[in-house]
């Protein structure tokens, strides 16, 4: 069975025209998806949709085998604790230390007043130091995350997103802001959380390069309907000029760092 099925999903903001047009696709466990597009293509909306940050406005979305519109406000939060998000801004609080944003990761699990005092049991906390250790952070766990870098925030993220023990992880242009280095360490990171742990990573990416280098699987977006999807070695410098609108001396740039699996 899938991890995560979409059925004709549409998305009207404000009865304009579609974000989403009928999009259908359905991703197992453990695999790692990129998602790539031109600005304003819809990947946001789509990432938004599969936890219901933003409500479809037609279709289905099944996470683990739960229908998420059928869901009440406490069954949806239950499901929101199997899909870690990450963001390219990190959404940390600047002001707290890395631990204390990572525990914030186990929130949905708690009652309102057991995390407003910041009540985490021992394995909580051990978890969240071993997930730390994993990632490199072990010696700035109790820094204040404005002191960090734009690479160690991210990885702060990628943990507050690992303590909820999710099934998904969804990432809206995780290294956007961040330069070559620190996006192959998240990259990397990401990468062998799909290949070693089992979790589905959905990526939403800007660079072909980096999709076609880490993803099982490509799915391109254009004016809210997927265009092409496959893995990295069916993506074709023509379909990634239908993908951007662009001409195909531009899409040979894009590509022109990358590891072209095919042409
Ligand atoms: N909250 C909103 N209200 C109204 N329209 C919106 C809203 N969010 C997105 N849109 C519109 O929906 C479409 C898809 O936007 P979306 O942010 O999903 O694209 P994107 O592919 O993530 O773009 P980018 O690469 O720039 O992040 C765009 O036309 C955008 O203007
Ligand atoms: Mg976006």
Known sequence: MALLELKNITKRYNHECCALDDVSFSVDKGEFVSVIGPSGSGKSTLLRCINRIV???TGEIC???????SLNKKKLRKLRTKIGMIFQHYNLVERLTVIENVLHGRLGYKSTLAGVFGRYSQEEKRQAFQILEMLGLND?????????SGGQKQRVGIARALVQNPKLILCDEPIASLDPNASKIIM?????????????????LHQVEV?????DRIIGVNNGKVVFDGPPSELTTRQIHDIYDSEPESVELMVYQGERHAG
């Open 55 to 57: 409500e479809p406005t």
């Open 140 to 148: 700035q766990v109790n820094k204040r995350c404005d002191q960090l």
């Open 63 to 69: 996470v683990d085998g739960v229908i998420s519109s």
């Open 188 to 204: 990397d990171h990401l990468r062998n959380i799909s290949t070693e742990m089992g979790i589905t990573v959905i990526v939403n």
């Open 211 to 215: 999709a076609l280098k880490y993803s």
